[in-house]
T-cell receptor
Framework: DAKTTQPPSMDCAEGRAANLPCNHSTISGNEYVYWYRQIHSQGPQYIIHGLKNNETNEMASLIITEDRKSSTLILPHATLRDTAVYYCIVRPPGNQFYFGTGTSLTVIP | KAGVTQTPRYLIKTRGQQVTLSCSPISGHRSVSWYQQTPGQGLQFLFEYFSETQRNKGNFPGRFSGRQFSNSRSEMNVSTLELGDSALYLC?????????????FGSGTQLSVL
C-alpha cells in the first residue's frame, strides 16, 4: 500500500520553480524516498531519490525534512515538457514500488 | 546502453484468449518487475523476478504468471483474458533490486481485451 500523500493536482507558471510536496509520516529509518514522473501512456521516468540528506541532480532537487516525515521535489525552472503526473514513493524492503495516485502537474505558458 | 524494451507495444485480444508479453531489461540488470496500470487502480505491482526466480508477488490472481530466462529477459502471461485485464503493462529493471537502486521502466505494452 502507498505510504505517501500528495496533492492531486498543481499548476506552475513556465520558467518558475515547481515545488511538489509529499507526506510520508510513517516512513521507516531505512526506507528511501523516490520520485518518478509519468507522461501519458509512457513508462514512469526516474527523477531523484534520497534517504536523509537533500539531493540534487540535473533534473531536480529533493528536500527531505529532518524528521523524514515529508519531502519536497523542486523543479527549478519548469517547462511545458514537465507537465506530467509526479509520484512520490517510499520504497519498502523488496523491489516493489507502491505508486499511489501522484500529483498531476500542469505547467502553464 | 539500450533501455528496457517491451514488445509488442500494442495488442488486441478477445475474452478467453491468453497473451504473452516480453521484456528485455537493461544489459547487466538481473531484476525484472512487472506492473499493471489502469485508470481505476493506477499502477499496481504484479511480480518481480531475480536470477530466474520469482522473488516478490503482488495481489493478482493466478491467471497472471511470469518467468525469467537465464539472460534476464522476462515474459508475462495472462490466461483466460477478461475485459478488466485491459491495461498498460509495464516492465522495469534494476541491477539487483537493492533499495538504493533506481528502477528503469520500459514504454509498456497497451493491451486491449474485447
Amino acid at each position: 500500500d502507498a505510504k505517501t500523500t500528495q496533492p492531486p493536482s498543481m499548476d506552475c507558471a513556465e520558467g518558475r520553480a515547481a515545488n511538489l510536496p509529499c507526506n510520508h509520516s510513517t516512513i521507516s529509518g531505512n526506507e528511501y524516498v523516490y520520485w518518478y514522473r509519468q507522461i501519458h501512456s509512457q513508462g514512469p521516468q526516474y527523477i531523484i531519490h534520497g534517504l536523509k540528506n537533500n539531493e540534487t541532480n540535473e533534473m531536480a532537487s529533493l528536500i527531505i525534512t529532518e524528521d523524514r516525515k515529508s519531502s519536497t521535489l523542486i523543479l527549478p525552472h519548469a517547462t511545458l515538457r514537465d507537465t506530467a503526473v509526479y509520484y512520490c514513493i517510499v520504497r519498502p524492503p523488496g523491489n516493489q514500488f507502491y505508486f499511489g495516485t501522484g500529483t498531476s502537474l500542469t505547467v502553464i505558458p | 546502453k539500450a533501455g528496457v524494451t517491451q514488445t509488442p507495444r500494442y495488442l488486441i485480444k478477445t475474452r478467453g484468449q491468453q497473451v504473452t508479453l516480453s521484456c528485455s531489461p537493461i544489459s547487466g540488470h538481473r531484476s525484472v518487475s512487472w506492473y499493471q496500470q489502469t485508470p481505476g487502480q493506477g499502477l499496481q505491482f504484479l511480480f518481480e523476478y531475480f536470477s530466474e526466480t520469482q522473488r516478490n508477488k503482488g495481489n493478482f490472481p493466478g491467471r497472471f504468471s511470469g518467468r525469467q530466462f537465464s539472460n534476464s529477459r522476462s515474459e508475462m502471461n495472462v490466461s483466460t483474458l477478461e475485459l478488466g485485464d485491459s491495461a498498460l503493462y509495464l516492465c522495469a529493471s534494476s541491477g539487483t533490486g537493492g533499495r538504493n537502486e533506481k528502477l528503469f521502466f520500459g514504454s509498456g505494452t497497451q493491451l486491449s481485451v474485447l
